[in-house]
């Protein structure tokens, strides 16, 4: 039962991606219109997307009525995307949160990605070369195989799809960057509660696609076998001698052959069975493909046969399914098609419907989405990110290394991206603890940082530990005997010296309550001065002597 849930959601959720099925409607050829858009290599669009969460009736917590205004501030606008060729693109829009509005500009090809946000000084720049490891390399699809291969796959599927009961095809006259072009619209309506019976089609159709699935298995086997050959090294010295551990048995495989008329296919798979090895079996193109077909086709029948049962039975043991893929939740599309198929313009609007349980803030998810697309297939050229001025170089490799400051320093402070980066995404949150009691064993109870301790009332943490959590940067000079710390997010400088109560903040002496004390080579300073010149807070929690640090 465990199994056909994951199995029912996978292929819902497969079904709403692709949205529709394959019959031909009013002439037009549904399977090859949603195959042909794989093969735009080039083109120029548009394109907005927007979220809109309908809180439930009962009364919010502030921090759920928080988050909802926030994600409903939300939205994307892509005004030029142009798609040169397979590897190189660009993009040009802007993300509107919570009342801020950051225009951007990104362009890619298949060495770099570069990224120009309103309010940063450079562009972010990040290098792709280097990145693939050169064993892995060797198992990855070029750009040909992968398309050749999604196209099968799509086939395949809208061969099988089985339309929507709301569906229609009519003319319509529609604007396109601006352009009034004559094109075919496909309209289609999905309720939640036809998804099951959708599913159900599709999965019949294929048990009976004998045909279809023997061709998609092929490809598949063509695709990946030097992939599964380069993990899997052939024995060439094997020596069917020397394997004695089974024997053929065709009471076993009968369990496996659905009685389908297949000349020769005992023989493949008893003379690979013989053979005795993974390896062997796997070389073997025809007997790998037939073994794989009866396995799915029976699957599939043993699915099918308790399906509405089963379907049943899960959504009794799951009520809230019942809303969740009910009638209230409707996928509506708008598919607009010139005469040579190609796809010109969207408009899709998701609402879903969440359960009426408790503690569940939405009582329903929308999502809105429209896009425009001209010159296909045409030659376009990408408008690339001007960095003549130079760029903050982003390595992927190393990217725990770059602190919140060290990028929000590459933004105005007064800019929408700061603030976004900052106040809503919180990017130089932090917070740790640390435990304050001292074991006698200290294999015991072991901590990565030296015990805080209290001297004369005044607990004292740390120096090192606390500054590095915070992603301060700290120089110690050993002939003033002074270690100088760089707050990350201001760049503001604390001077300290070993064994003294004079310090600076900035350049302005300070007094500490106690001296800077070392011991058994860790410095030590006073707790509320460290954590405050370094932009955080702490709290003491008294039941189990520990402290909190955080940084908003």
Not at 193 to 213: A, I, N, P, Q
Not at 496 to 516: D, F, I, R, Y
């Amino acid at each position: 039962m465990k199994r056909f849930k994951k199995s029912l959601v996978i292929s819902i959720v497969f079904l709403l991606v692709v949205l529709t099925g394959c019959q031909a409607i009013g002439g037009l050829n549904i399977n090859k219109m949603m195959v042909d858009r794989l093969s735009v290599i080039s083109s120029e669009s548009k394109q907005t997307f927007s979220l809109e969460l309908i809180p439930s009736s009962s009364a919010l917590s502030a921090e759920d009525k928080e988050m909802i205004d926030l994600l409903n501030s939300f939205s994307i606008r892509i005004d030029h995307a142009i798609t040169q060729d397979s590897t190189t693109a660009s993009v040009e829009g802007a993300i509107s949160l919570d009342g801020k509005k950051v225009p951007f500009h990104l362009s890619v090809d298949d060495k770099t990605i570069t990224i120009w946000l309103e309010g940063a000084k450079k562009p972010l720049f990040i290098s792709l070369e280097g990145l693939e490891d050169e064993a892995l390399s060797e198992l990855q699809l070029s750009n040909d195989e992968s398309l050749s291969f999604m196209k099968d796959v799509s086939k395949f599927f809208f061969n099988n799809a089985p339309n929507p009961a709301n569906i229609s095809l009519t003319p319509v006259s529609e604007k396109v960057n601006g352009e009034e072009v004559s094109l075919q619209k496909l309209h289609l309506d999905i309720q939640g509660d036809e998804l099951v019976g959708l599913v159900k089609s599709f999965l019949t159709s294929v048990s009976k696609d004998k045909e279809g699935v023997k061709e998609l298995i092929g490809t598949m086997y063509d695709v990946y076998y030097p992939i599964i050959e380069a993990l899997i090294p052939v024995d060439k010295d094997y020596n069917d001698e020397d394997y004695d551990d089974e024997e053929y048995n065709e009471e076993e495989y009968n369990e496996d052959y659905d009685g389908s008329d297949f000349d020769g296919y005992y023989n493949e798979i008893k003379e690979s069975a013989t053979f005795g090895t993974l390896e062997s079996i796997i070389e073997d193109k025809e007997a790998t493909v037939i073994y794989l077909i009866n396995q799915l086709q029976k699957s599939l029948n043993e699915l099918l046969v308790d399906y509405d049962k089963d379907v049943e039975e899960m959504f009794t043991e799951t009520p809230e399914l019942n809303e969740i893929l009910g009638k209230d939740t409707v996928l509506s599309v708008d598919v607009m098609v010139d005469s040579q198929l190609h796809i010109r313009k969207q408009n899709m609007d998701l609402t879903v419907q969440m359960p009426d349980i408790e503690d569940m803030p939405l009582k329903q998810l929308k999502i809105h989405s429209t896009s425009e697309i001209w010159n296909v297939n045409k030659p376009v050229t990408v408008n690339k990110v001007d960095t003549s001025h130079g760029v903050m170089d982003l390595d992927l490799n190393n990217m725990i290394d770059l602190t919140p400051g060290e990028f929000l320093r590459n933004f105005d402070q007064q800019s929408d991206s700061y603030h976004i980066l900052q106040d809503n995404m919180n990017i130089s949150e932090k917070s740790f603890t640390l435990n304050t009691i001292k074991y006698e064993d200290e294999e015991d109870y072991y901590t990565p940082y030296p015990i805080p301790f209290s001297k004369n009332n005044t607990m004292m943490v740390p120096l090192r530990y606390v500054a590095e959590q915070l992603d301060a940067q700290l120089e110690w000079d050993g002939v003033s005997k002074t270690t100088t710390i760089t707050e990350d997010l201001t760049g503001s400088t604390i001077v300290l010296k070993h064994n003294s109560k004079q310090a600076t903040v900035n350049g302005e002496a300070v007094t500490l309550v106690q001296p800077v004390t070392v011991v058994k080579g860790e410095a030590f300073v006073p707790m509320r001065f460290i954590t405050e010149a370094l932009g955080a807070t702490y709290k003491w929690n008294a039941e189990d002597q520990y402290l909190l640090i955080e940084r908003q």
